[in-house]
Nanobody
């Protein structure tokens, strides 16, 4: 059974940077797409970024384009989210997700981590 664990969150000031880590265990996810989502207080969970199994294809929400970069290291079974130019609007719980199972719908993710809190003060 695949498990995901996020780390790297914290409290920073506006303009600072953070790097989030997502470590997978159970089996290799080198061929599986992975993504980051976030959920701010009182809001629905939203897509942030995704990356293909090979790491060559990435996609970003408009709100983070040019500031966030998602990458992965398949030798370590890890994915990352480099976040630069953080603003208070980026405050949320950030979740790592993976498309690990068969028969998933488009953009459907079936494995989720427990989340890591990112708080940005003004």
């Amino acid at each position: 059974q695949v498990q995901l664990v996020e780390s790297g969150g914290g409290l920073v000031q506006a303009g600072d940077s953070l790097r989030l880590f997502c470590t997978a265990s159970g089996r290799s996810l080198s061929r599986n797409a992975m993504a980051w989502f976030r959920q701010a207080p009182g809001k629905e969970r939203e897509f942030v970024a995704s990356i293909g199994g090979s790491g060559g294809s990435t996609s970003y929400a408009d709100s983070v384009k040019g500031r966030f970069t998602m990458s992965r290291d398949n030798t370590k079974n890890e994915a990352y989210l480099q976040m630069n130019g953080l603003t208070p609007e980026d405050t949320a719980i950030y979740y790592c997700a993976a498309r690990a199972g068969p028969y998933l719908g488009p953009d459907e993710y079936d494995v989720w981590g427990q989340g890591t809190q990112v708080s940005v003060s003004s």
